[in-house]
């Protein structure tokens, strides 16, 4: 993964020191998330996911799946977690208890990163800061029903209100989890706003 050459995907290199260059380049609008499929079989599945600025892959999962994830350009953050009890079925329904595992912002000078089953960050968050394009490979594939992507999200505790009642000042019941931090996680719907559409790949064809 780290010796690809973004040549060789069909990039410009100066859509590293130029992110919204590559954005522009890459036909990116609004909001909506763009992936290309690179290759695909019964092993494994390697695209290309290509982020304008702030849009979002909500947290979900990957079970029983071994991921590869390379930033090519850009900025990304990564937040992930791993559930603090291995399930022995993906968790469709109600929430879990996780442990957050990374909170990092990576670039193209980043390693790869990997996610394994049970750790690594099985479950992760994707919020692109810049435009940004990621080199994605699963193995085994998503495979319906029993390998299927489930959104979760944090479950945040009720608004508290301060001494006093609720005349007084609402205040947040908690901060942004960090690393270490145990959090029960919910499935979810993701909201409309997130959108993947279908791109051709530009670059060199893998048999
Ligand atoms: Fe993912």
Redesign the pocket.
Known sequence: MGAISLEELGLDPDMVSDPFLGALKLRLRDSRIKYMRIYEDNSLTFGLFCFPAGAT?PL?N?PGMT?F?RLLFGRLRVSAYDWLVQPPAPIVAGAAAARMVCNAVVDHASDPLVLFPASGGNL?E?VAETPCAVL?L?TPPYEPPERN?TYYRVQRPPLTWPVGGPGGRKVPGSRAPAVGDVVELEVFEPPDSFEVVSGLYPGDPVT
């Open positions: 892959i979900h990957h991921v994830s992760h994707f994605d699963l992507c």
